[in-house]
């Protein structure tokens, strides 16, 4: 594994805050960026003993601005404020400065000068054995593209002075980076690594905002990064990312997301060390339920035609069972939600293997179903997530930790598997955990949207597997929410595949179990808007479904109330469709709010 | 006053919620967004009644997509569509819909085509006594501008087919809008207006995250509403804001701040109905103290030489003067922030009477300083603006209220002023603030900035009027805090002027006042970047003040640690300087985060 380093402006609070989580998300290094130090009530003395007690180092002090092309009369202030810079350095015990290209209206376009001022600035940290990387910002005045930064270092021609590569500032420029192999590598003195999304704006504030960590983004982070080690670079893979959500999150957490993201990166570039076993399928979803919760989804559960068929050995957790969809209501665990899932895996413990080595928190044995031996990590946001293997006779049955009640099977619904999960995140963790579940369960993105909730925007992220047997909704707030909107968490949600909707809805009728109400509005609008297919359209409305079609076919869906505090249940019947609904949602969640607030449906 | 109209998707929660706030702002009807009738459980017969009730009307439903361009092949749905969507106007009582132009893959570019369908489409709305507006979206397929959509208005030449005007469609492309004088009255049938702040990014998400009120952005809304007004247009104001904090603000607030919006644009196109008096300074600030903070706060005022001479008839308030710095240390009024000023108005009746003609809401009587009849406001926040005269002998002297303590002059320590507040705001606020206190007090904006603070990033706008007497810095999260980020709120902060910020100093350090410990690397990076007006450099460190420096002059700034929970004072000397030290901010900030820690200051 190459040296790893973050920058500290990746991180929030104090100096010394940032300094702790990087060294506890396993850092090797940290670049010191200007204004955290200048914020720092601590003598660069001091911070220099932390990082060794942490165990860090500093490998890079920056940003060093407007320093070449400067006119010869400003020069003089450019030398002075150099030198400072490296007795500061000293003090720091730091020994790369970076410079980036200049942005000063009163730079002059002249390489040689650059190159000449440069030189002499390289004169200066020799003298001290230090040295400096050159790099070109995506809106420096003059210098803005690899190319040119690397042909100002090349004229300067000074063994101190070097190039600073930065994915975001090539990347949002230019796909052209194949030419960075080809570079010397002893003249790459540094690697600063950041993502964004693809987003079409003044490149200034995407940087500025807008970055994330390698593979959370649009850009081709792992052909930039192949490219650089293809020169033979060997020094720091370091990450400089500037995030509004990531300077006001706990950085401890955000260090975690970020050491994770190098880790990903460089299974995606070199061949992942720890392959992610085939995925096969959900083989539980476990919710939290709770005095009101239990009841309610016990007789949700019956009518749906499942069958209680099993009883944990030792929790008071139910095993409720219909073809290959298998739902545990534990009412040990407090609030109802989906406090766990379970993939089938072709090897559970080298998914458990690959997740440790992704940093995914191992979940502490005592916490385990210890009969089966049942391999789980946490998601971000706490979330279980447990590998294992369901087919009678293999090694690790995890069926087997529950005594069968003796309830007979029933009269299938229609109901043959969970179709996903979807998984309301914290503010905080949208990013983290979308890289999460991509790079432990090896899930490719598959569908993102964004859509107004009665109380703000939404914002949604579905990932799946090749064979869409595991599929995975993730949605977050596009802000976070204040005292207006409503302060209960958003609900989680529980998708079961259909064959037959038209019969699973009948089973609930039947039982009287009570659906969302969805608003006629919603019917008549549908009715305007699309040609449903024959029949449909009558029964759409009379069973309270939702339809929606996509370029492969249509779906039916069917909701629940939200039981509890947050979560519901919801029926799809795919006929070719490969979607998750998301243009539904907007209605579907006003009918939740309004089911919550008690409010009636007119007639 | 024209009638004024306000979209649905400007507000945020139910529709029920929406109407109800658009009702209690004043406005005469709204705009129904069609996604808000769609998530809306009641029937259009009873949104209909309701709107009734509330003494509004629907003067607009919106949108309608993609019709117009359509391969023939596809029109007979859009037909169908829109005789759907008229059924539902009919039932709604609405009698305009709005279409705007499309954005369909498969629309063709033929402006005879394009009339011809919305001619056939017209004709379907006149048979039922109703009308279509027709838009350009910025962002259309074929129509994108203004001009465009006039010309197929033109050439389609039917009654009931008319144009739909946005500020924000226009404005974002061009400022082309001159033209929009000369259209012939009658076919203008609807005005939508928005602002934004001036941003280089993509139109479509520009447009659907970043829309604000008329004068909160950086759009010529005057211009565009005096040309369509010198149209001859007499139909409704309309607002239609697409922002993604209104959407989860509460929408009883935000629909006071839109309406005030269209008064403040009203007043600037046509001339101010009731000017805004002339302001002369700041006549008083009012802290409120606790037991820790008030001891604390006596402590400093009185180091830095002020005098106790007034204690108020019948409250716990104290009066604390020097100069023209008045200090108002009120402890029957809980948590220790600037709860109240006092700007001195050449008529404080009219100032009141503005504030109230832009919706400000009046403070009951009971709350105001009775004796002196001092008028009073809400700002946003809720802190409490007064209008004053202070010249002895005026009408209305409000020290008279304060019973002379006898106290001493004291020897002046450079003290003559309040040189400008600083107002924390809160998350959802910012824009609305802004507003109100550029519109009430007829300021102008100064200085905008956004800097990192230890927990994320912060941003502020300064705004003063003509002679800079009258000053107040704005500063919000760019976003909402969580968990992470300090729970207190961001301090708030009165800063004094001073002719001598060496005497000012030398009395707080004899009085032993403890001074925020600004570190020491802020004066290293100080001195190796700036040069420093002879003898500064060392006194600067030594005081323990910051420096800046623009293109007018320099300053010098000394701060006080918070005191309680959310107030502190800073004192500064102008040397010319203009600004409000927003480039200090980032070190200040930490270093006020350390002190309220308790950490200490390494030597």
């Given at each position: 594994?190459p040296?790893?380093?973050?920058?500290t402006?990746?991180?929030?609070?104090?100096?010394e805050?940032?300094?702790?989580?990087?060294?506890?998300?396993?850092f090797?290094?940290?670049?010191?960026?200007?204004?955290?130090?200048?914020?720092?009530?601590?003598?660069?003395e001091?911070?220099?003993?932390?990082?060794?007690?942490?165990?860090?180092?500093?490998d890079?002090?920056?940003?060093?601005?407007?320093?070449?092309?400067?006119?010869?009369?400003?020069?003089?202030?450019?030398?002075?404020?150099?030198?400072?810079?490296?007795?500061?350095?000293g003090?720091?015990?730091?020994?790369?400065?970076?410079?980036?290209?200049?942005?000063?209206?009163?730079?002059?376009?002249?390489?040689?000068?650059?190159?000449?001022?440069?030189?002499?600035?390289?004169?200066?940290?020799?003298?001290?054995?230090?040295?400096?990387?050159?790099?070109?910002?995506?809106?420096?005045?003059?210098?803005?593209?690899?190319?040119?930064?690397?042909?100002?270092?090349?004229?300067?021609?000074?063994?101190?002075?070097?190039?600073?590569l930065?994915?975001f500032?090539?990347?949002?420029?230019?796909?052209?980076?194949?030419?960075?192999?080809?570079?010397?590598?002893?003249?790459?003195?540094f690697?600063?690594?950041?993502?964004?999304?693809?987003?079409?704006?003044?490149?200034?504030?995407?940087?500025?905002?807008?970055?994330?960590?390698?593979?959370?983004?649009?850009?081709?982070?792992?052909?930039?990064?192949?490219?650089?080690?293809?020169?033979?670079?060997?020094?720091?893979?370091?990450?400089?990312?500037?995030?509004?959500?990531?300077?006001?999150?706990?950085?401890?957490?955000t260090?975690?997301?970020?050491?994770?993201?190098?880790?990903?990166?460089?299974?995606?570039?070199?061949?992942?060390?720890?392959?992610?076993?085939?995925?096969?399928?959900?083989?539980?979803?476990?919710?939290?339920?709770?005095?009101?919760?239990?009841?309610?989804?016990?007789?949700?559960?019956?009518?749906?035609?499942?069958?209680?068929?099993?009883?944990?050995?030792?929790?008071?957790?139910?095993?409720?069972?219909?073809?290959?969809?298998?739902?545990?209501?534990?009412?040990?665990?407090?609030?109802?939600?989906?406090?766990?899932?379970?993939?089938?895996?072709?090897?559970?413990?080298?998914s458990?293997?690959?997740?440790?080595?992704?940093?995914?928190?191992p979940?502490?044995?005592?916490?385990?179903?210890?009969?089966?031996?049942?391999t789980?990590?946490?998601?971000?946001?706490g979330?279980?997530?447990?590998?294992?293997?369901?087919?009678?006779?293999?090694?690790?049955?995890?069926?087997?930790?529950?005594?069968?009640?003796?309830?007979?099977?029933r009269?299938?619904?229609?109901?043959?598997?969970i179709?996903?999960l979807?998984?309301?995140?914290p503010?905080?963790?949208?990013?983290?955990?979308?890289?999460?579940?991509?790079?432990?369960?090896?899930?490719?993105d598959?569908?993102?949207?964004?859509?107004?909730?009665?109380?703000?925007?939404?914002?949604?992220?579905?990932?799946?597997?090749?064979?869409?047997?595991?599929?995975i909704a993730?949605?977050?707030?596009?802000l976070?929410?204040?005292?207006?909107?409503?302060?209960?968490?958003?609900?989680?949600?529980?998708?079961?595949?259909?064959?037959?909707l038209?019969?699973?809805?009948?089973?609930?009728?039947?039982a009287?179990?009570?659906?969302?109400?969805?608003?006629?509005?919603y019917?008549?609008?549908?009715?305007?808007?699309?040609?449903?297919?024959?029949?449909?359209g009558?029964?759409?409305?009379?069973?309270?479904a939702?339809?929606?079609?996509?370029?492969?076919?249509?779906?039916?869906?069917?909701f629940?109330?939200?039981?509890?505090?947050?979560?519901?249940?919801?029926?799809v019947?795919?006929?070719?469709?490969?979607?998750?609904?998301?243009?539904?949602?907007?209605?579907?969640?006003?009918?939740?709010?309004?089911?919550?607030?008690?409010?009636?449906?007119?007639?």
């Open positions: 594994m040296r790893t380093s973050i920058a402006v990746c991180l929030s609070g104090t100096l805050d940032r300094l702790e989580a990087a060294a506890a998300a396993g090797d290094a940290v670049e010191i960026f200007e204004n955290d130090l200048l914020a720092s009530a601590e003598s660069p001091r911070i220099r003993a932390r990082v060794a007690d942490l165990g860090l180092a500093i890079l002090y920056q940003p060093f601005r407007d320093a070449e092309g400067a006119p010869p009369a400003r020069f003089e202030a450019v030398r002075r404020r150099m030198l400072a810079k490296l007795d500061l350095m003090r720091l015990g730091a020994d790369t400065v970076l410079i980036c290209s200049s942005v000063a209206p009163d730079a002059i376009a002249d390489d040689d000068l650059a190159a000449s001022q440069l030189r002499a600035l390289a004169d200066l940290a020799a003298e001290r054995g230090m040295r400096i990387a050159y790099e070109a910002l995506a809106w420096g005045r003059h210098v803005s593209t690899w190319q040119h930064s690397w042909e100002i270092v090349r004229r300067a021609d000074h063994p101190a002075l070097g190039l600073c930065d994915s500032h090539v990347l949002s420029r230019t796909d052209d980076y194949a030419g960075i192999a080809g570079l010397p590598a002893d003249r790459i003195f690697l600063q690594l950041a993502d964004a999304p693809r987003l079409s704006m003044d490149v200034l504030q995407w940087s500025r905002h807008h970055r994330l960590f390698p593979l959370q983004g649009g850009l081709d982070l792992v052909g930039f990064t192949r490219a650089v080690l293809a020169a033979g670079y060997t020094g720091p893979l370091s990450l400089e990312v500037f995030n509004d959500v990531f300077r006001q999150a706990d950085p401890h957490r260090a975690v997301d970020a050491r994770r993201s190098l880790t990903a990166l460089l299974d995606a570039t070199a061949g992942d060390t720890v392959p992610a076993p085939e995925l096969s399928g959900i083989a539980f979803a476990e919710l939290g339920v709770d005095a009101q919760s239990g009841p309610q989804l016990e007789a949700l559960l019956g009518a749906l035609g499942f069958v209680h068929s099993g009883q944990h050995r030792s929790k008071p957790v139910q095993l409720w069972e219909q073809g290959d969809a298998r739902i545990l209501l534990n009412s040990g665990a407090g609030e109802a939600a989906i406090r766990a899932f379970a993939l089938e895996s072709a090897d559970p413990e080298q458990a293997r690959r997740a440790e080595h992704l940093m995914a928190r979940l502490p044995r005592q916490r385990r179903r210890r009969e089966a031996e049942l789980a990590v946490a998601a971000p946001d979330t279980e997530v447990f590998f294992c293997r369901t087919e009678p006779g293999a090694e690790q049955v995890w069926l087997d930790d529950f005594l069968p009640t003796g309830e007979p099977p009269p299938s619904t229609g109901i043959t598997a179709d996903h979807s998984l309301a995140q503010f905080d963790r949208f990013d983290e955990a979308a890289l999460f579940y991509r790079s432990v369960l090896g899930l490719r598959d569908e993102a949207g964004e859509f107004a909730a009665p109380f703000g925007l939404i914002r949604t992220l579905a990932i799946r597997n090749d064979d869409r047997r595991v599929r993730l949605s977050v707030p596009v976070r929410r204040g005292d207006w909107a409503p302060a209960v968490p958003h609900p989680q949600h529980l998708t079961l595949a259909t064959n037959d038209a019969r699973t809805a009948g089973a609930l009728a039947q009287g179990i009570e659906l969302l109400r969805i608003p006629g509005n019917y008549d609008d549908l009715e305007a808007r699309t040609e449903l297919p024959a029949g449909l009558d029964f759409v409305r009379r069973a309270g939702m339809y929606d079609q996509d370029g492969h076919g249509y779906c039916l869906q069917l629940t109330p939200v039981m509890g505090s947050r979560v519901f249940v919801e029926v019947q795919r006929s070719g469709y490969r979607g998750y609904g998301f243009a539904n949602e907007p209605v579907r969640m006003a009918a939740h709010r309004a089911q919550r607030l008690g409010a009636t449906v007119s007639a």
